[in-house]
């Protein structure tokens, strides 16, 4: 089944604004049998991915005229105007009203250490909040304080593992709620070629906030699976001041024709993609209340009709 909401909104403060269509696209089955579901739920995972850094590198090596050559270039950018700090606190206060919600409209809540005794979680390690570079590269995966989540395995670069779809959890839990809350920014975006032909190597790369993943997943045993979701990326305006700045690198082989080219060495670049704090936090954060908004109100829906 696949029903769709959609909330037109237009925002501009100062020199930020978007305007543009937030859709919530709804996929599943069994929502009817959520009517007498108990009003009980326990947040599996709650995390908030944002992109920090990006690099790229490109390297081409070419032969003239029996003469060896070879470019290389490369550009790492990062996000700067927002720091951890920022990023737990955007995190924190989405939680909070996520919770809040769920509270208003009747839900207890279960905490994570009351599911200890789960068979499920037998071989899981729980976990506090915190803040994981580990995770997905470039990004900092962020989950808010207060909350605790079991994961299954650590890597030892860190790198966490979960089911994806806790079917063993679920159907011992048959009367719970479990949700699952993920959502991804990303900031910076990079390509890199090269010609092998030429010997030139570049990457050229812009930046701009834009929210390609946002999720809200429920169980209601193993008969009733709802997952709530963003049809079309939301984009941000106004949030980097040098978001309309084409970031380039070039370089270039030895180039050993007549016309007597020197090799030119390879050339490394860092740039920045320098964010306004409060638009940042600002877009993040209205933008997962938004969508928060629209996917719990028809998920409330389902019930006591």
């Not at 790229?56 to 951890?84: C, E, I, L, P, Y």
């Not at 994961?151 to 699952?180: C, F, H, N, R, T």
């Not at 570049?202 to 009733?224: E, F, N, R």
């Not at 050993?256 to 020197?262: D, E, I, K």
């Amino acid at each position: 089944m696949k029903k769709i909401i959609a909330l037109f909104f237009a925002i501009a403060i100062a020199t930020f604004s978007y305007a543009q269509e937030l859709e919530v696209n709804m996929k599943g089955y069994g929502e009817k049998k959520l009517k007498k579901f108990p009003k009980k739920a326990y947040i599996k995972e709650f995390n908030v991915n944002f992109q920090m850094a990006a690099d790229a590198k490109a390297v081409s090596k070419t032969t003239t005229n029996s003469r060896k050559g070879s470019s290389s270039a490369s550009m790492s950018v990062a996000v700067t105007g927002v720091d951890v700090a920022d990023l737990q606190e955007i995190t924190n206060a989405v939680y909070n009203e996520f919770v809040e919600s769920l509270k208003k409209e009747g839900f207890e809540i279960i905490p994570a250490e009351e599911m200890k005794g789960a068979k499920f979680f037998e071989d899981h390690t729980l976990l506090e909040a915190n803040v994981n570079e580990a995770q997905n590269p470039g990004y900092l995966k962020v989950t808010p304080e207060g909350f605790k989540y079991y994961v299954k395995k650590i890597s030892k670069k860190g790198k966490e593992q979960q089911a994806a779809v806790p079917m063993k959890l679920i159907k011992e839990y048959s009367d719970v709620l479990i949700l699952s809350a993920n959502y991804s920014f990303s900031s910076i975006y990079l390509t890199a070629k090269q010609n092998t032909t030429l010997g030139t190597s570049s990457v050229k790369g812009k930046v701009g906030l834009k929210m390609p993943g946002c999720s809200i997943t429920a169980w209601g045993g193993i008969m009733t699976s709802v997952a709530f979701l963003t049809k079309k990326a939301p984009e941000f305006e106004g949030i980097f001041k040098n978001e309309g700045e084409k970031l380039k690198t070039f370089s270039m082989a030895t180039a050993p024709t007549y016309s007597g080219f020197l090799t030119h060495t390879s050339n490394e670049f860092t740039h920045e993609a320098e964010a306004d704090g409060d638009k940042y936090r600002m877009a993040t954060m209205d933008t997962m209340n938004n969508f928060n908004g629209m996917a719990l109100a028809q998920l409330f829906g389902y019930f006591g009709k």
